[in-house]
């Protein structure tokens, strides 16, 4: 069973940045999709940022051109790279790995990320 680490997370202002790192304790070359979910209080985990192991990115609109998704296979790490921060972006980030019949093989325990004003 592979377990998925994650971290990166913590307190930021609106605007700045933040790289989360992903790390598998097992190879990841195998994994199709490894991608970012967030949660915000109260609602239901949603796909942040997804990339394919031949590296195609699928993003939430809410992202697009702040957000950079990119997988390393060779240090078994997947990164989320976020820029120009939102307050909106303030959520508990997971890093999930899925088949391409899109069912999940694991799940990281989240990073809280907070943005403040």
């Known amino acids: 069973q592979v377990q998925l680490v994650e971290s990166g997370g913590g307190l930021v202002q609106a605007g700045e940045s933040l790289r989360l790192s992903c790390v598998a304790s097992a190879s990841i070359s195998n994994f199709p999709l490894m991608g970012w979910y967030r949660q915000h209080p109260g609602k239901e985990r949603e796909l942040v940022a997804e990339?394919?192991?031949?590296?195609?990115?699928n993003y939430a609109d809410s992202v697009k051109g702040r957000f950079t998704i990119s997988r390393d296979n060779a240090k078994k790490t997947v990164y989320l790279q976020m820029n120009s921060l939102k307050l909106e972006d303030t959520a508990v980030y997971y890093c999930?790995?899925?088949?391409?019949?899109?069912?999940?093989?694991?799940w990281g325990q989240g990073t809280q990320v907070t943005v403040a004003s």
């Open positions: 990339i394919t192991n031949i590296g195609n990115t």
């Open positions: 999930s790995s899925r088949r391409w019949d899109r069912t999940f093989i694991a």
